[in-house]
Every structure is written in C-alpha cells, then in structure tokens.
C-alpha cells in the first residue's frame, strides 16, 4: 500500500542498537499514513542472523506494535541480527511494504566474555591536583579486518584512540552509576579505523565522578584514590578468526597535557606538553611508565540503556563587553551546560588565556558566588607553535556568562562558541501559546532540563553538587517524560536508585542517587524524595505504557512504601518529629532556612504515603500481584489524613496552598469535603495575592487542584502573575532557565543571600505537564497514549495553544484558538489510537478515530477573577 509507510523498528528503549544487554529486547514500530481510522490488523516481523534462516513470526492477529515481545531465538553476547517489519490495516488484503532493516547487535553478556585486566596509570607526584592520563599499546593486525568492536569502560571518564582519531563522539564516559554495583561500558564499531599491519591504542583518562571531588564538602575520591582504564578490542578477519587486544600489564602511562581535569574545577591544558602521535603507531614511548594492574569485578560490568552524553549544540557570542572593573565578558543569551571551544590565535609560548564561567552577572561583573566550591575556570597555555582550536575534554559547567583573561589581541565573537553537553535524548515534545512569556517560562523549563539531564538527573549543573536528588526528579518526571524520550537515561537511574536503596540503606530511597555520605544526619524516609522510587517508575509506565519496568522496579516499590509506612507509626502520624525536607524551598522560606515551610512536613508526608500506597497497588493490578495490603494502607493513611487535617466540611488545618493541593489532587476528601476545598484554595490563592505560596511539593500540583476544582480562572492568574513569587518573575528578570528559588535574583539585580542559590534548577518548571495536559489539552488516556485525551482549557490571558508529542504510536498534535467566544481546535490523532475529545462547551466528549480532525465551539471562558482590596482602607469608609 502506498500511503501506508512503517518506520524502521526501535529496540526497547534504544537509539542505537549497537552493545545491548537485552537478550530478548522487545519491538516497535510507528506506521505513516493519511488514512483516516487507520488501525493495525496484523504484523509479520523478520528477524535474520548474519548467517542460517530468518525467523518469522508469519502473519499475527494483532493491533500491538509497543514493546512487542522478541519471538527468535534469543541474542547472545556479539550477535548481530537485522530486523525488520510488515503490517496489515484493517480490511486491507495486501501488507505494508516493509520496514527499513534496523540491525540491532549484543554486546558482552557474560562475565567470562572479558578479557581485559583494568589498568592503573603511573603518574610523577607532580603533575597536578587533578591531572589526567596518557595510556597506550601498539599492536600489529597480520590480517585483513572485517569488523572490529571496542568495548570500554573506566574508573574515571575516558576517551579512547586508534591510530590518532577519537573513538566515537561520547563525552563524559561511562558516566555516573553506583560504580560499586553498576559500571556501563561503551561499544563503539571501529572497523574503519584499523588498518592491517600496525596499529596503535590510546586512551585518555581523567578522574570524573569515579575519583575527583564530589559534592558540596570538598572531598574527594568517593569511590578510589586511583584511576583505571578497562579496554577490549576485538577484530574479526575474513577466515573468521578474531583477534583480541585488551588492557593489561604491557601498557604504558604518561602524564597528559591536561594537568587539571575537574568537574567541579574545570580544566587547565598546557599545550607545550603535548605529544603529537602519541596514539598512533611508531610513536616513542620508551620514556612512559609501565602501568600497574588493578582488579574490576567483572560482573558489575552493564550495557548502557539510554544513550550517552554528547555534544549536541553550539551556539554563537551574543555580546562581548566590558565589566565595570575592566574584565572582559562574553554572553551567549542563554545560560546553558557544556563548554566553550576557543579558536586560539598565534602567540608566545607560555601565553596564558584564563576563561572563568558564570550564570548570571551581579552589577555587572561575573556572578560566581553561587558556584560556592566550584571553581568552574579553564585555562590554556599556549606553546607557540601557531593557531589552535581547543575545547575541554573532562569537564562541563553551567554558564551563561564567561569571564576571558589573557587573550592575545583582540577578542572577537569568531573566537568562541558554546558547546551544550548533555545526555542526548530524543526530543519528543513541543509547547506554544499566545503569552510570549508564557513560551519562553517553557522554553527555560526545555534549557534546564538539557543542562541537567546530563547522564544523571541532577539538580543543578553549576555549583559544587550536581546530585541526582530524588525529589526534584519525582516532581518533574512528568514534564520530562513529554518533553524527550528519557525511559532509557532512567531506566539505568532507577536500576541504581533500586540496589543502593535494597543494598546499601535497607530499603530507604537515599535523598540523591548516586548516593554519596555528604551530609551529617543519617539516611531516612524523606516524603516526596524516597516517593521518586514509586512515582518514576509509574509515570514512565503512564506515557510510555512499558509494564515491564514497572515489573523491574518493584521490589524497589513496595519496599519503600514499606520503610515509609514504618517512618509513620503504628497509627500513621509521623510521631518521632525531626527534620525532613517537606515542602522544601516554599517561597516563604528565608534564604537560610529552605525547609521552613507553610504545610508542615507530616502533613505532606501522611498525603504522599497515601499517594504513593495507592499508586503501588495499581502497579500490582497491572502486574498482575495482589496488591491488597497497599490499597488498604492507602485508605488508612487517607483516613488519617482526613481526622489529623481536615475538617468535616473540607477545611484543611494548614491554611497553605500546599495543603489544599495535596488533599485535592491525591484524593484524599470525600465528596461534600471537596466541593468546599477547592473553593478554599481558590481563597487562598486571592489572599496570596495569585503568587506562588508553595515550595518543591505542593508547586506542581497548585495548577492542577485549582483546574479540577472548577476555578480555572484563578490557575490561570497564578500561571500569569509576575510579581515575585511567580512563574515569569524570572522571565520578566532575563532567566533563560528555571531558577532554584522564586528569588534567586532581587528585583535590584542582586543574587538572593543564601548560600544555595542556583540559576538552572528544573523542579520548580514542574508547571509545564500543566501546560501540556491542560492549557494545551494533550495528554494519555491509557498508558502509552494507546488512547489520548484531548481536553484544552482555555482561560483568561491566552488566545491561543498548541502542543506537539511523539507517542509511541507517532506524532500527536493539539492546537486551539480563541476567536471572542468562537474556539476552534485541529488536532491530529496517530494511526493505531483512538482520542477522547473533551471540549469546553459542556457537550460529552467525543471518541474519535486516527487521523486530523477540527472542532469549532462557542465556549464560554472563565472571566479574569475579580481581585477585591485586601487591605482595609479606612478613609474610603468613613
């Protein structure tokens, strides 16, 4: 059928196939087409070795083409398969055309697959506080190449050579795991880079995550004092035969020309200690130190489930000036994570250039106070030899702002670009409407989730921390989960945050993951933080409607609902006190108390475990487990919660936003409590003035409460309000990204006074999901977005919306305008799915099938609510 196309088919959560660790992975596949109604009948897949038949599954009955299940012959380690796949439409006689081959290959599945021995570097005592490494081995190729694999790893972050060229274009690698139980490695096909007769490997190694500082405490070496590198290369030859070079004890080690390779600190390259050809054959290192060998536990070795880290954009100098104390400052109108790549100019050797990184200036100079420990400077000392080009290799910061020294002539916008480094997801979601503000408070919800989801979802990207803290995630998973395709980044995450909770802390969710013992107070059930263990997985199951992880995930699950239900008591009230983060940063709390809060925290943890009790147990019923004891502490801890803080007639004891919302959206009130409750927290916001009045946990839900309880006018003013505390008092204020308080710069120009202060903090743009599933009105119905739901709502202050997501099933699209009372909506339905169209207008909803769509309504939309004087004015009475 011609106006019928299916996309090459995706493996699990893969953008690249190549070194899984899956042997059975499971199938998709997207089919293209104008048909209106389009549904699948009945699919064939192929799947071919390089050798022997093909299997076939024949024609199957069937409309699945989400995470279908591998039917041959499973893969073992270095199997290489082609896949590919038909379909029918319903009612057709004759298939689809098939899809393009999509070539999926293993990696080393088994411990006894390696060979390799993990190699330590010698390093003089004098080469520098964090300095990298040079390590290499020649070899010689007797036969012509076929095919050739790398497969690598570090303890510390590398990148290999071979004969002078990188391998691949990953940064940061292997990245950031629990490396005590999880260590990825890399596959990267090098056929092209070998040649037959000799040859040389190199890898550059740094300390990373694995053995520089860590953290807000200065300490370093969590893991190891000592670096390692942990090489196998294996080339196949025409007759078969394969040859395997590995890291062992005949390679040699030098000290690199990066004598500071920090994180935190940054990098400092001397260019007149550079050793051309040192990874390529020939090359004289008969003055390099021989390496000493290390053990590496083979069995901690894992494929990666996401994709890396790589450099995903660059962009231009917007402005060069000059600070008022003579410094010379370069914007690029965004604050961003990654690092600048100079365009050096000739000059003397010895030449020092000093490039210093900042989110923000204050009064004109580079901010870098929030950096606290984060020294965040690179430096390059030229040697004299001519132009160069040079860019960081071990390091990356957040900055919007650099701070050059030393430059040789005249610094010009040609001589520098921004290089973004993050975890290179697929970009799955899109959002516009007709408030420029609004647009770009999601734009910078889009930049700090970028900055942050750099191999481990961090909290900011900037300071000396960049933790995966739990409870920042648990909030915004959501918005990420629309925004790209992150199943596959936290699928690894949540593989790390499940055995350092079982193994390492009894079942308690550590407050970030990795988890390092940075703080002084011991490890417990934190509401909203530990949450992450139940809520990560059950979002990414909603929007992508893989069961499986939820299957992976659930000892992790209900042990934490277990740890958590013995934090509340016997009788469910949280009785031992103490301290937990709660309603973290509400935008009352003073710079130098975040968790001082409206809503005290047993309040919010009583609703979460609720939450979270209730949520376990629709995990059970979709796993097909019995899930009666959660359901039935979800209603003890609902109970609870209604006899500790509610009243009869829905009136919450903490007269908080936050309070209001948690009862309203974790159902936790009767009917009769309800209708009164929204009214409430409708009052609340007008005597908060329609500004923010909440903190990490009550923020994401404030918009939603409001929605549901029918006082939608009044979410829409706390969405425009632009006054501190607001949503876009940062936009009006120049953020181009979320900032981590609601004032982390005064209105004067000034940074807030607190010692934690971030500039690129995604928790607080949790908002976004709001702005997908209701100002925009896309969302699923069934998980996966099997069936979607269509449900603008139109408000006071935007004529118009739109929002664009790549489901599973293809591209889903929504768009709506307002023209006087006439609201006309297109959207588009992708093939294989069916919507709910619910409209404003008081009709049922509509199902309607695949394909476009257009509805025009006369809607009646909530006028601007009405905002009374708040204060008393005596004269006006008398």
């Keep these: 059928m011609s106006d019928l196309t299916v996309l090459p088919v995706t493996v699990e959560h893969h953008r690249e196939p190549l070194g899984i660790g899956e042997t059975r992975p499971r199938l998709s596949w997207v089919s293209r087409t104008d048909l209106d109604g389009w549904r699948q009948a009945a699919y064939e897949l192929e799947i071919a070795p390089e050798e022997g038949p ?240 290390g053990d590496l536990d083979v069995a901690t070795l894992v494929a990666p489930t996401g994709p890396p880290v790589r450099r995903t954009q660059t962009l231009p100098v917007q402005e060069i000036s000059t600070s008022p104390s003579g410094r010379t400052l370069v914007d690029f109108g965004q604050n961003l994570v990654g690092r600048l790549r100079l365009s050096l100019p000739d000059a003397p050797a010895g030449t020092e250039v000093t490039v210093r990184h900042a989110e923000v200036l204050e009064h004109g100079e580079l901010g870098t106070r929030p950096l606290r420990g984060a020294d965040a400077t690179d430096v390059v000392v030229l040697d004299g030899e001519g132009p160069r080009t040079w860019e960081p290799r071990f390091t990356f910061h957040g900055f919007r702002y650099a701070e050059v020294s030393g430059w040789p002539g005249e610094l010009t916008p040609s ?40 191999d481990v979802p961090t909290d900011c990207p900037q300071r000396d921390e960049r933790l995966g803290w739990t409870g920042d995630l648990q909030v915004f998973a959501p918005s990420a989960s629309f925004l790209y ?70 000892a992790s699950m209900t042990a934490w609902i277990d740890v958590f239900a013995a934090r509340a008591g016997a009788d469910l009230d949280f009785p031992e006190g103490g301290f937990s983060f709660g309603d973290w940063l509400d935008s009352a709390a003073p710079p130098d108390n975040p968790a001082a809060a409206r809503t005290p925290w047993q309040c919010v943890a009583t609703a979460y475990l609720a939450r979270s009790a209730r949520t376990v147990a629709q995990a059970a019923e979709v796993l097909g487990r019995d899930g009666a004891r959660f359901a039935d502490l979800a209603e003890r801890a609902t109970d609870r919660f209604r006899a500790e803080y509610v009243s009869p007639n829905g009136r919450v004891a903490y007269p908080s936003q936050t309070a209001y919302a948690l009862a309203l959206e974790f159902d936790l009130l009767t009917p009769v409590q309800r209708a009164h409750a929204g009214r409430l927290l409708a009052e609340q916001v007008l005597k908060d003035g329609f500004h923010i009045a909440s903190g990490f946990l009550g923020t994401p839900l404030v918009t939603d409460a409001l929605t549901n309880a029918g006082e939608l006018a009044t979410a829409y003013e706390l969405l ?159």
């Design 54 to 293: 093909v299997w076939s599954s024949g024609r199957v009955e069937s409309d699945e083409s989400v995470l279908v299940a591998w039917g041959a012959p499973p893969l073992t380690s270095r199997d290489r398969r082609t896949v590919r796949v038909r379909v029918w439409g319903e009612g057709a006689v004759e298939p689809s055309a098939c899809s393009e081959d999509t070539v999926v290959e293993a990696g080393l599945l088994a411990p006894a697959d390696w060979t390799a021995t993990l190699v330590r570097p010698v390093l003089p005592a004098d080469c520098g506080d964090e300095p990298a490494a040079l390590l290499r081995r020649e070899f010689v190729l007797d036969r012509p190449v076929t095919r050739a694999r790398l497969y690598a790893t570090a303890q510390g972050v590398y990148e290999a050579e071979l004969n002078g060229s990188v391998v691949g274009d990953h940064v940061l690698a292997p990245g950031w795991t629990s490396y005590h139980h999880r260590l990825r490695y890399q596959t990267h096909d090098v056929t092209a880079l070998l040649t037959e007769g000799a040859n040389a490997l190199g890898v550059h190694l740094a300390q990373g995550w694995f053995a520089g500082p860590l953290g807000f405490t200065g300490k370093r070496a969590f893991y190891c004092d000592r670096t390692g590198a942990f090489v196998q290369l294996e080339v196949e030859h025409p007759d078969g035969s394969r040859t395997v070079v590995t890291t062992d004890g005949s390679w040699r080690s030098a000290p690199s020309p990066l004598t500071r390779a920090g994180l935190y600190a940054g990098e400092t390259f001397d260019a007149r200690r550079e050793l051309p050809g040192w990874s390529q054959p020939a090359f004289d290192d008969s003055a390099w130190t021989p390496v000493e060998t």
């Design 415 to 454: 001589d520098l670009e921004a290089v973004v480094v993050h975890t290179d997801l697929r970009r799955t979601g899109t959002f516009a409407c007709s408030d420029p503000d609004v647009e770009r408070l999601h734009e910078n919800v889009v930049w700090g989730m970028r900055g942050n989801f750099l």
């Design 485 to 554: 395709d992150t199943t596959g980044m936290l699928r690894s995450w949540l593989a790390d945050l499940a055995v350092e909770q079982q193994v390492d802390h009894d079942g308690i969710v550590p407050m970030y993951v990795p988890f390092l013992p940075l703080l002084p107070f011991p490890q417990q059930a934190e509401v909203g933080w530990g949450d992450a263990a139940v809520v990560v997985p059950w979002v990414l199951y909603e929007r992508t409607g893989d069961a499986g992880l939820l299957a992976d995930q659930w």
């Design 720 to 878: 425009l309000q632009r006054e501190c505390p607001s949503w876009l008092y940062p936009v009006s204020m120049g953020a181009t990204t979320i900032w981590e308080r609601w004032d982390s710069m005064l209105p004067d120009g000034s940074i807030n006074p607190g010692d934690m202060t971030s500039f690129n903090h995604y928790a607080l743009g949790a908002v976004a999901d709001w702005l997908h599933r209701t100002v925009a009105g896309l969302a699923p119905a069934e998980p996966g977005y099997r069936r979607l739901r269509i449900a603008p709502r139109p408000g006071p202050g935007i004529t118009s919306a739109a929002a664009t997501h790549e489901t599973p099933y293809g591209t889903a699209a929504v768009s709506w305008t307002l023209d006087g009372a006439e609201l006309t909506v297109e959207l588009t339905v992708p093939p294989n799915t069916t919507a709910e169209v619910s409209l404003p207008d008081g009709s049922a909803p509509v199902q309607v099938a695949a394909g476009r769509h257009s509805f025009t309504r006369t809607v009646t939309v909530p006028a601007p609510v009405e905002k009374p004087a708040l204060f008393f004015d005596p004269e006006a009475h008398q």
